[in-house]
């Protein structure tokens, strides 16, 4: 309660796949680290801001400071601006510390599909999609993906405005009810999912995320109210859905895959209770992991294998205790489970069960000391109880529990949080199809319950979820407690009987699917079945394509066809790119009658211009795609000093006669009006910015620079920087966002000690507030 009580230290992570992350990591620890220990020691000790020293590769940093003390210390004025900088371009993600464990536990690997059931606001999406592109090669995608979904259309907004950051074609942003997600299958049954391994046959993925929404006591120290709108009852609410939820996070798994579910709930009604109800439902399917080994410096305490429940006043050690008009909202599985359904409670007395099991954590638990341990009583002293003859009368579940993870949070100074690893083993079958209809069935009576009764626990949902965020450009604390809590009524009360079953699931998809087909999928390709929601559609036209391919000179080795998509019924005013495997997502939704609700996929990558300047090609390219397209482009590519770089980023237009190398400004204008990319080459200007011996021709490009390596290794080299830029009829327009002129602008002035122009160059090189090509 202590701990409780104090601010929440200040944490995040650093994007180890940002092209400027050894800077990032250079920046934080020789200048950062080092001023602060000596600015703010003593207010907030030596250790003022450290890695985490669980966290792979020195990549998250925890703060001895709270948000709160980071924006009003003066000291802390630089740091702040630092961190808020870094978050807008997508360099760091500013998330609790907690937050950021059960990506790790899901070992992802770049060729891995990945599914977010409850994604928003994207923060634990984003660490995914770090971990899938960080070991890529430039110019190459990874060939796995990530799809985050969420329920609401408010949080998938935020969910695709923090994670358009990453400038990734592999991911699929979705809106769908997690319990009820869609299979897009085209199988008949099961065996037939990999009859044809070279097309897609039905919606699987090697790992799932369940971050479920839950009553979210484990926030308490960043959510101050918390404290006034707390009660155990909302885990009761809850528990049912977070079920539901999970078990279709194990039908969407593929056999081999590997599930974590999560939540920022200490409750068991939430937590064990779910997973041994998961264990259960799922027979010999599914394997509750022991992970113990796995990132030994967070410590960690062992999962409960006994617990109480609570509604309104009393508490309930079995099911068979509860009210008779009680028992459809208490439901079984929020017991411990246990070959014995009936136990005798006679002589208990007013027997209240200690939870603190603060003798059995440890740094890194051993899973026969922790079974031992947590056998009768979950590591509590018997001695603590007031009736040692009562532990024979407690249930303790049958399933290995212990293997859960507990974090509480004055273990390392943290927030609270749950975590259970989940392996699959086989298919789910059609015995298990009967035990989630009945609990279903269940959740219905309970769900009209709610909606008869007042019941003024459930409430402070709806005041979260309507609660006003002022900065959404942060992926912050708040943002991260907003995507968490869900309105009980939102998610239960319109939805029907569709829990998920994989054998009954497959049937539905393609019955559906074939219903879809014919005469329909063609109006579908120009209209979307979701309301609201604009339909993705792939670019076919092959004129347009090639013109876009000769005017850059994009080589035939990065494939255009059949990867860009638009959101444009008529006129593809953008063009998305999108990765292998998530065009093949996109084909398979196309066939099974888009069962699937797109909201947002792949990355900009061109986009139509309104220029009047006589350009031959109707598009340009956009800078969030320019990362990926750059080692493939061939033409329009001029090389730049890093002085005439750094005037094009602060000034935003400069005339071709006032660069500094009047060669490049020769260049600049030698090329015919439209689109091109300034290339950032580093050294002695005189050296590497030269004619070539033959006349420039722009549709020709630098085949070599003087004095340093080829254009094609500089174009490949994944620390080369590029931007947009536009010849407009006797200037030079960059055509990239502030927050990221001004990104590039402070990695110049550090790795070059090129600082901002004096107030005479502001003069010389005044600002404009538009390009004159007129987009």
């Known amino acids: 309660m202590s701990v409780l009580r104090k601010p929440l230290p200040a944490t995040f992570r650093i994007n ?36 985490l020293p669980w966290y792979p590769g020195n990549l998250a940093w925890h703060l001895n400071f709270s948000r709160k003390e980071l924006r009003k210390n003066l000291a802390l004025e630089s740091f702040h601006e630092f961190l808020k900088h870094e978050s807008d371009v997508g360099n760091i993600t500013r998330q609790e510390a907690v937050s950021m464990v059960p990506p790790l536990f899901l070992n992802v690997q770049p060729d891995h599909h990945i599914l977010d059931l409850c994604a928003a606001p994207g923060s634990k999406t984003f660490q995914l999609l770090e971990m899938i592109h960080q070991s890529k090669e430039s110019g190459l995608l990874p060939g796995g993906l990530v799809m985050a979904n969420d329920i609401n259309v408010q949080r998938c ?4 405005h923090n994670t358009k950051r990453m400038c990734t074609a592999n991911l699929i942003v979705t809106n769908h009810e997690a319990q009820n997600f869609p299979n897009c299958s085209l199988a008949k049954d099961y065996s037939e999912v990999y009859k044809d391994t070279c097309k897609l046959q039905r919606l699987e993925f090697d790992r799932v995320l369940c971050d479920v929404p839950c009553s979210g006591d484990g926030t308490i120290r960043k959510g101050h109210d918390m404290w006034r709108k707390w009660n155990s009852g909302m885990g009761n609410q809850l528990h049912l859905l977070q079920v539901n939820i999970a078990m279709r996070g194990i039908a969407l798994l593929k056999v081999g895959g590997r599930m974590v579910y999560s939540t920022c709930s200490m409750n068991p009604v939430e937590n064990e209770a779910v997973v041994a109800e998961l264990l259960r439902r799922s027979g ?138 989940l392996h699959k083993l086989a298919p789910l079958n059609g015995s298990q199809i009967q035990g989630t209809k009945i609990q279903h069935t269940l959740g219905k009576d309970r769900i009209e319950q ?39 009524n939102m998610d239960n009360g319109t939805s029907k009987d569709k829990n998920s079953t994989e054998v009954e699931m497959v049937f539905n998809d393609v019955e559906s699917g074939r219903e879809e087909s014919g005469d329909r999928m063609k109006k579908l390709q120009k209209q979307s079945r979701w309301k609201g929601v604009d339909p993705v559609l792939f670019f076919k036209d092959e004129v347009v394509i090639k013109s876009i391919r000769s005017f850059f000179g994009i080589k035939e080795s990065f494939s255009l066809e059949g990867h860009l998509v638009t959101r444009s019924t008529d006129n593809a005013r953008r063009m998305y790119y999108i990765s292998k495997s998530v065009k093949e997502i996109v084909e398979l939704n196309e066939q099974v009658g888009e069962q699937l609700k797109i909201a947002s996929l792949g990355v900009k990558m061109f986009e139509r ?36 770089f750094h005037r094009l980023l602060q000034y935003r237009t400069i005339n071709f006669a006032h660069f500094v190398d009047s060669r490049f400004g020769e260049e600049a204008a030698s090329l015919m009006p439209g689109c091109c990319v300034v290339v950032l080459v580093e050294g002695n200007i005189m050296l590497y910015v030269q004619r070539l011996k033959e006349p420039l021709d722009d549709n020709v490009g630098f085949k070599n620079i003087s004095g340093h390596k080829n254009a094609d290794s500089i174009l490949k080299d994944p620390m080369t920087i590029a931007i947009v830029c536009w010849r407009g009829k006797g200037t030079m327009n960059v055509m990239v966002s502030p927050p990221d002129r001004k990104d590039l602008l402070e990695r110049m002035a550090y790795r070059f000690g090129i600082k901002a122009s004096t107030e005479e160059d502001e003069k010389f090189y005044p600002k404009v507030n538009g390009f004159d090509q007129g987009s």
Not at 326 to 351: Q, W, Y
Not at 366 to 388: A, F, W
Not at 610 to 638: M, N, T, W
Request: contains cysteine; aromatic residues 8%; proline residues 5%.
């Open 157 to 160: 907004d935020l969910l695709i």
């Open 16 to 51: 180890a796949s940002c092209q400027f992350y050894k800077d990032i990591c250079s920046k934080l620890e020789n200048d950062f680290r080092r001023s602060l220990e000596s600015e703010v020691s003593n207010e907030y000790g030596e250790d003022a801001i450290r890695p």
């Open 609 to 644: 211009h309104r220029s009047k300047d006589g350009c031959s090609c109707a598009y340009r390219l956009s800078y969030e795609g320019l990362s990926l397209l750059l080692p493939y482009i061939s033409k329009r590519i001029l090389y730049a000093s890093p002085v005439d």
């Open 284 to 421: 010999n399917s599914v394997e509750l992991l022991d992970v113990s080994c796995e990132l030994p410096e967070l410590v960690r305490r062992p999962g409960l294998s006994t617990w109480k429940v609570k509604d309104g006043g009393s508490w309930f050690q079995t099911h068979d205790d509860v009210p008779h008009d009680r028992k459809t909202v208490v439901l079984p599985s929020m017991f411990p489970s246990s070959d014995i359904t009936e136990e005798s409670h006679a002589g208990c007395g007013d027997f209240e069960m200690k939870t603190d099991n603060r003798s059995s954590f440890s740094r890194n638990c051993n899973v026969e000391e922790t079974r031992k341990n947590n056998h009768d009583m979950d590591g509590v002293s018997i001695g603590s109880t007031k009736n040692l003859d009562c532990t024979s009368n407690i249930m303790n579940s049958k399933f290995p529990l212990h293997r859960c993870m507990r974090i509480v949070p004055h273990d390392q100074n943290s927030g609270a949080f749950f975590i259970a690893v």
């Open 450 to 488: 709610l909606h008869k009764e007042p019941q003024p626990e459930a409430r402070p949902y709806e005041t979260i979820l309507t609660r006003q965020h002022n900065n959404v450009l942060e992926v912050d604390d708040d943002a991260e407690l907003l995507g968490r809590r869900h309105n009980l």
